[in-house]
């Protein structure tokens, strides 16, 4: 069991946590950090957190482990304030969506990483914000990516492991470098297009219309257009250089399809057509294998 | 009440339809044609027709309504072989995804377009094919396009209209060139990116680690690559024109998105995202409206 858990920056994904381990029984006590007293007296409320302050070395004090939960273009600001009141004894992890960005703020915040620090992310999140929205069974079946640096102590990652499966998560390990590459692939560029679809629909002269007559399909494929704009803006400034080489091996795949269509050319239409649905339809069975 | 409606190619379209019609007590016989007799076992099995056959003109004789519900690409073929068999009398209509290069087919195969030719568009499907599929609530609250012809006679349109309203849909009217242009941005660009997305991560060297990591967000973004094949290929010859207009302008503003993230450009992504988001939650609270 955690004795004490600080939250520093918290909402969805903080409020979460603690909600799904105070009822596995797997902490004692849970601190939390926000800029807005508001915040805190809501996760109060929602028995969430034991105790909040906006006070940052009051809302860590006593902590056994530390999760930085603030969106990750608040990070860097966040290690440099957090830095002095780390004790030798406890373990930090956080939640980004992009690793290298936040091993890089904590190396300049901290400078030589301490052997507690072990980052992490979880998979899984919704369109919603803020710690009204926490619920305790948001990482149930989940995936979390956990990215170990040399500099981790065993110990450290262990506990960390052990408190995501406490909220009943799946734990894997990968390299920080190759974590920002398989998200780029499978959340950021999906992001990205669904963003620039709507965007470029809406600034169509008949963009009123145009959504009239928009079906089922297009309203699963737009969802995540619906995500917070801050977080993606920080996440495409964190993820750069992976974000970019999907995407330009993306818009190369586009433009030959585009070509394809141009040319009428139906071998390659099909062949692509039926190579993805095929990928698909086997991604789908894995998926509900794994999160029903 | 329609006393024959003769479905030409009965799948998931034509049978749910047929099925539709039948609950609300507005159609009296239902005959059906289709290149195999194993189809019309099952549509017969279903209760969708009362009578089918491998013979085009013994499945449309004594039709008051022929609804040709064949794949889009399979149309040309199917009129020249529909034609011999049209009476003065008959409406005509179809329910193809596309609507210019029905109209020409029809043209191609009839020559003068007869009165009761009333080209059709249901926005409502599955990614699920055949008559088995098919369900009476297909239809329901969804849109129907019609686009009347200049040769199509008031009464045609009307019998056409109140068909679709049978079975619970909202009709509304508009131009083929218009219905081309308006299906490719809702429907046909989606299909083209989702497609693509999962291809481009289905031939990258991990791609089977890539899904592993992919969350609920990606399974609703690409539920659409799980479609048909062979219909989308016809779609995209059919289509061909409004498609690449659509799709060279989204990569346009995919270019630049790319470019805003290349030069840390925080303006430009913020607002993108912003204009997006706000886009796609009025277009949300919308379909909610209409459709629950």
Redesign the interface.
Known sequence: MIQQLSIIGIGLIGGSLALALKQAGAVARVTAYARRQETLDQALALGAIDYGSTDLGEAMAGAEVVVVATPVGAMPAMFEQLAPHLTDDMVLTDVGSTKGSVVRAASMAIGQLPVGFVPGHP???TEQNGVGAAFADLYKN??I?LTPLQSSHPDAIATVRQMWEACGAEVVEMGVEHHD???A???H????????????????D??E??????????????????????M??DI??AN?EA??S??????E???Q??AA??A?N?DY??Q?????????????E??EDS?T
Not at 213 to 227: H, Q
């Open positions: 998979i899984a999140g989940r995936r990516i590459e398989v998200l692939a499978t959340s560029l999906p992001h990205m297009l669904a963003y620039a679809l709507v965007d470029t629909l809406a600034r169509m008949e963009s219309e145009i959504f009239e007559f928009a079906a089922g399909g297009f309203r699963d494929f737009t969802r995540i257009a619906s995500s917070n704009p801050a993606w803006h495409c400034v750069r974000m970019l999907v995407l330009n091996r993306f818009s795949d586009l433009a399809l585009t269509i141009e009428g139906s239409l099909l692509t057509f039926t190579r993805a649905k095929g990928a698909r339809d086997r991604f789908a894995k998926f999160n």
